[in-house]
């Protein structure tokens, strides 16, 4: 495996795909998905093909995006947003591709807002292990200038945003973000629509509190809610729900082989999830590349790896 000591904004210069983690087409060399925008409500918007799914809300003055993409598409980001100033941008998490675009955004003018350990993990070299990818410190124009510990909420326009972190999940920064008027729910990377997700151990991240998260979000939507996940398409709540129960599963088998005193290899050579690999294994966290990494994390939890 090649082993990244890179800059967010030198990411991509290299082999990035030997990670195993699909987080766009330009990380195996290919063109980049092109950027597009959906409308969802009067306020809010949907932007798909900058590494993870943003949200733009529209007010009287410039826009707020929840999430600001990959590293190298700043700038067809902000040509995509058609000349509006963004004034916020609202981070779900730490990972460079939902916050790549900080540092474009933050010179032009916006002032990013995120959990406390966004910007702990932001301002710091960060790793990696499972991709073997190392980060460093982000530049200053990036960086979150205001941070939130509580569950809290904030008015955009005619918008209400309800916010609120979870307990360790994907990292120890996740946030999810109510759109009240709009009935959307966008759950960074704590849902990947369709597929296992990628669990970052070394940043916090553990395939309990993925499962607990998933539950949480069950109780913030109704059966009207559109649901943007970090990854994949538009979800509904019972895409959230199919992926709630597929977590809950994968915990109970994993949890139950670390029980027994199980490694790591020996965890992927039992296939505990081979029943449910046909749905859910054929995005870019690969069966044996799930368990292996949702072992791990389990295995951290209790001091054992």
């Known amino acids: 495996m090649v082993s990244f000591d890179v800059s967010r904004r030198d990411l991509f210069r290299g ?8 987080l766009t087409r330009r990380v195996y060399g290919q063109t980049a998905p092109s950027i597009e925008i959906k409308k969802l409500s009067d306020h ?14 529209h007010s009287g003055d410039g826009l ?5 993409g990959l590293p190298p598409q700043g700038a067809d980001l902000l040509k995509a947003l058609t000349g509006q100033p ?7 998490h730490w990972h460079f591709d939902h916050t790549g675009g900080n540092v474009a955004l933050g010179n032009a003018g916006a002032k990013i807002f995120a959990h406390e350990n966004v910007k702990k993990r932001l301002t710091a070299k ?15 124009p990036g960086v979150p200038s205001t941070t939130f510990t509580d569950p809290g909420s904030m008015t955009v326009g005619k918008e209400t945003l309800r916010y609120a972190r979870v307990s360790p999940a994907h990292t120890d920064g996740d946030t999810y973000i109510v759109f009240e008027k709009a009935n959307v729910l966008h759950t960074g990377d704590l849902m990947f629509n369709g597929f296992y997700p990628f669990i970052d151990y070394s940043t916090g991240g553990t395939l309990p509190g993925m499962s607990a998260a998933s539950q949480k ?17 538009l979800a509904s709540r019972d895409d959230l729900k199919a992926y709630s129960e597929m977590l809950a599963t994968a915990n109970d088998r994993l949890t139950a082989l670390a029980k027994q005193g199980k490694t790591v290899d020996e965890a992927v050579a039992a296939a505990p999830l081979k029943d449910l690999d046909a749905k859910w294994g054929g995005g870019f966290m ?8 949702a072992y791990t994390s389990i295995l951290r939890m209790d001091g054992k790896a």
């Open 217 to 233: 979000l069950l109780t913030v939507a109704d059966a009207k809610t559109r649901i943007i996940p970090g990854h994949g398409p």
């Open 286 to 293: 690969k069966p044996e590349v799930f368990v292996k990494v």
């Open 64 to 68: 707020l995006l929840v999430d600001s």
């Open 126 to 140: 960060q790793t990696i292990e499972a991709l073997n990818m190392k980060f460093e410190p982000t530049e200053a």
């Open 44 to 57: 809010v918007s949907l932007l798909t093909g900058d590494g993870g799914n943003i949200a733009i809300v």
């Open 86 to 92: 963004v004034l916020t941008v609202f981070n779900t």
């Open 15 to 22: 082999a990035a795909a030997a990670s195993g983690l699909f």
